[in-house]
């Protein structure tokens, strides 16, 4: 059994930066790919970025270049880094995951932008 666990949400103001962290309770250096997704309120999941085990990275359209997602191997970690966020970024963001045929999800985070 693998566990995700997010961290590194929070309200901050539009504009602002948060980093969001997902720690891993097994190497990640096994997974096919690895993901952000979040859910707004009253709004259907959606995908935010993935990052595959090539390091290769995909971003949905409204990203517009303001994340990064990243991972450490060595500390079992993804990461994703946001920039001048905007209120309409609220949501609880999940990280996810594939490996060996199975999908894990985490419990998520909260991320309010509002001033």
């Known amino acids: 059994q693998v566990q995700l666990v997010e961290s590194g949400g929070g309200l901050v103001q539009p504009g602002g930066s948060l980093r969001l962290s997902c720690v891993s309770s097994?190497?990640?250096?096994?997974?096919?790919?690895m993901a952000w997704d979040r859910q707004a309120p009253g709004k259907q999941r959606e995908s935010v970025a993935v990052?595959?085990?090539?390091?290769?990275?995909d971003y949905a359209d409204f990203v517009e270049g303001r994340f990064t997602i990243s991972r450490d191997n060595a500390k079992n970690t993804m990461y994703l880094q946001m920039t001048s966020l905007k209120p309409e970024d609220t949501a609880v963001y999940y990280c996810?995951?594939?490996?060996?045929?199975?999908?894990?999800w985490g419990q998520g985070t909260q991320v309010t932008v509002s001033s």
């Open positions: 996810n995951g594939a490996r060996y045929g199975s999908e894990y």
């Open positions: 097994r190497s990640i250096f096994s997974f096919n790919y």
């Open positions: 990052i595959t085990a090539g390091d290769s990275t």
